[in-house]
Structures are given as structure tokens and as C-alpha cells.
């Protein structure tokens, strides 16, 4: 029988995210229009995307060719860059890495997860039946995998290797020796390496961004990406999968059973984002928005350096930062709690949402408009002063 667990992060923001007066939670960038799309792209519009004579039926079961291109192009880092087949269009990443999971996943596999990461992708195989290993980082460590701990870890029944890249909640990245390390170790046992590259490209603070895993020439190499985090536009859940053509069509053969396609709207709207008169604008506005952002936090995490700690993350759009008080990590619940309630600030709580492990840690969503940011933690400066001692 399958047993899901509750999604912790999800129904956190849920409960919460209405009522916050500042949500520096969200982890997407601040979302655009569609006014500044076509201002990011020159002036110009999509073509026909309000068009009333268009019929409202199903859209491209894969996704259009024109998108299918479009992302197919982003990954075309060499040679071992991906064609329009070796793409799908799914309804989100949160989608996408629940397909491929649920395609290839069986009960009785292994599957080692890097860890702490979004629950999704270690619960998910738990739910069908595999056993999961966390492949652990600490803060200690600035949250790096150690590749030499990977041989260890795996077992004879390993299927899978999940990687998240960059990391949620952390901000850390995947350095390109150490995904060729990973890459090499796996090929060696005929393993799938699926990496969730959600908040790919926001490599804001990174002089060498690492390459995407499917650019490294492993026919077993799956990744998933979407146009929510990087690209600022949550709205249009519009996710893909990028792999072999083998992998590709085993994943529409599950696809069927859950979803016909995505809007013809959404798929218009995000072929004309990911075109190449708009994407450069696009991500730059993103990136200057996140450094900036980023330089701001920090100076709240300096200014309160005897109680919060953290790695600065180095891309995405996440920070995991940590409280404490005489030397302990907080109760990051009560923490979060007492911020919703007394200045109206959310966080998400890390002890609670991604392992018991992390006590004291919350999600910060750094890479919204700058004055929520602001706002935000001129409110949190109050909560320090007049109600931190109540944690």
C-alpha cells in the first residue's frame, strides 16, 4: 500500500502564507508580468497569445516544439547538448520530478538522496516502496557532499542517486569535478543520476557555474527544471524533463494517467520567456535582483552574528539560517510562530520542514521585491529587540 507522507514545507506555506504581512519565505524570484516580459524582449509580444479565435482545446501533449527548442537550447552547454525529443513538458518541476520518480522507482530499489533538500524527492520513493539513504551535509562543512562517501553508500539494489542543484534550502552548488566524480561512480553500476536543477541558472555569486548533469554525456543522467525559480514566473507552471529518448518515453507512458498536457497559454507564455530575445534580459534581471537582495540579508545575519549563523549562499534563492541562544539552536517552530504572530514576518521553520536534525534553522526567500526583503527584516529587527527572549 502506498503511504505518503505529509509534505511539511507545502502545508507550512499554506497555513501561513495568506496570513503573513511579510512572506520572505517564497523561494521564486519576484514575479513578472507579461507587460515586462515584452519589455525585457524589447517591446515585442507573443505571437497570437491573445488570440480569441483560438480553439480551447489540449494542448501539444509534449509541449510545443517551439518551447521543447527553447529548452533544449538552454542546455546545449557541448556536443552532449539535448534535441527537442530529449525534452517533456510537464506541469511544474514539482511534476516533473514526481513523474520520473514514480516511472522508474519500484518497490525493493535503493535510492541514495542528497540531503537536507525539498521532501518531494525522498519521500516520493519511500511512498513507492524504495528504501532511502540521506547522502548528509552538514553546515560544518558548508554544506559540500563528500564524493568519497558515495561508494559506501551504495548497496547492489541502488537505482538512483537524487541530487539537487543548487541546493534548496542551502544556496550551496554541486562543483563540476564532483558531479564528473559522481557521474564516473555511477556509470560504473549502471545507476540513474536524477538531479532537480529547479533553481538552475541563478548562479548569482559563482565566478564557475557548474555544467547541468545531463551535459555530462551519461545516457542515465536525468535532470528537471521549470520556469517558477529562476525565471520569476511561478504562475504558468510550466516544468520539463530533460533525458534519453529511451527515458523520455517510458516517463509519457506514466504521464498519461496524470496529465493530458499543459495550457496552451502557459506553453505560449513560456516559449516566449525562453526564447533568446527575452532569456538574457530575463536572467539578468534575476541576477541583479538576487546579489542585491543577498548583500542585504547578509548585513541583518552580521548584524545579529551572536545569535544567527549560516553558509552565504552561493546561487538559487534560498537561505538556511540558523538561531540560537546560549550556544543552542532555538525551537525554529516556535521561532517562526512567534514571528507570524507578533510582527507578521514568515520563515519557513527547518527543524519542522526539512529534518529534526536542522533545529533552529528557517528558509529564508531572499529573491523577492527588494522592499518586501526590506520590510521584512526592519520587522525582524523589532522581533529581535522586544521578543527574541521569549524563544
Not at 297 to 319: H, I, N, R
Request: aromatic content about 10%; proline content about 5%.
Amino acid at each position: 500500500m502506498v503511504v505518503v507522507q505529509p509534505f511539511s514545507v507545502e502545508q507550512w506555506m499554506d497555513e501561513h502564507e495568506t496570513t503573513a504581512k511579510y512572506n520572505i519565505a517564497e523561494t521564486c524570484s519576484a514575479s513578472i508580468s507579461l507587460d515586462d516580459l515584452c519589455a525585457l524582449a524589447g517591446g515585442s509580444k507573443p505571437e497570437n497569445l491573445f488570440n480569441t479565435s483560438t480553439k480551447l482545446g489540449y494542448g501539444a501533449i509534449r509541449g510545443t516544439e517551439e518551447l521543447r527548442s527553447n529548452i533544449a537550447r538552454m542546455y546545449s552547454e557541448d556536443s552532449n547538448g539535448p534535441s527537442p525529443e530529449n525534452v517533456l513538458i510537464t506541469p511544474g518541476a514539482i511534476n516533473a520530478n514526481f513523474l520520473v520518480l514514480y516511472t522508474l522507482v519500484h518497490s525493493g530499489d535503493h535510492v541514495i538522496c542528497h540531503y537536507p533538500t525539498y521532501q518531494q524527492l525522498y519521500s516520493v520513493p519511500e511512498s513507492l516502496g524504495a528504501e532511502v539513504t540521506p547522502w548528509k551535509t552538514r553546515i560544518e562543512d558548508e554544506w559540500e557532499l563528500n564524493v568519497n562517501e558515495l561508494r559506501g553508500l551504495i548497496r547492489e539494489n541502488t537505482k538512483f542517486i537524487i541530487l539537487n542543484n543548487p541546493q534548496n534550502p542551502t544556496g550551496r552548488t554541486i562543483p563540476e569535478k564532483d558531479l564528473k566524480e559522481i557521474i564516473n561512480i555511477t556509470k560504473e553500476k549502471n545507476i540513474y543520476v536524477f538531479c532537480d536543477e529547479v533553481y538552475r541558472p541563478l548562479f548569482h555569486s559563482l565566478d564557475d557555474r557548474p555544467p547541468s548533469v545531463y551535459s555530462l554525456g551519461y545516457e542515465r543522467a536525468i535532470v528537471t527544471g521549470s520556469t517558477s525559480k529562476a525565471y520569476a514566473l511561478a504562475g504558468i507552471r510550466v516544468g520539463w524533463i530533460v533525458a534519453s529518448k529511451e527515458i523520455i518515453e517510458k516517463c509519457l507512458h506514466a504521464r498519461d494517467y496524470t496529465t493530458i498536457s499543459v495550457s496552451q497559454l502557459d506553453d505560449k507564455v513560456a516559449s516566449f520567456a525562453l526564447s533568446e530575445k527575452c532569456t538574457p534580459r530575463l536572467l539578468e534581471r534575476n541576477m541583479k535582483l538576487a546579489k542585491h537582495n543577498l548583500d542585504i540579508l547578509a548585513a541583518f545575519v552580521d548584524e545579529f552574528s551572536s545569535v544567527c549563523d549560516w553558509y552565504k549562499p552561493k546561487a538559487g534563492t534560498t537561505a538556511f539560517v540558523r538561531f540560537s541562544k546560549n550556544g543552542a539552536p532555538v525551537d525554529d517552530v516556535k521561532l517562526c510562530k512567534h514571528l507570524h504572530t507578533k510582527v507578521g514576518v514568515m520563515f519557513v521553520p527547518g527543524g519542522h520542514c526539512f529534518g529534526p536534525e536542522f533545529k533552529g534553522f528557517v528558509r529564508i526567500g531572499y529573491v523577492c521585491e527588494t522592499k518586501d526583503l526590506e520590510d521584512g527584516l526592519a520587522q525582524l529587527r523589532v522581533f529581535m529587540k522586544d521578543h527574541f527572549s521569549e524563544i
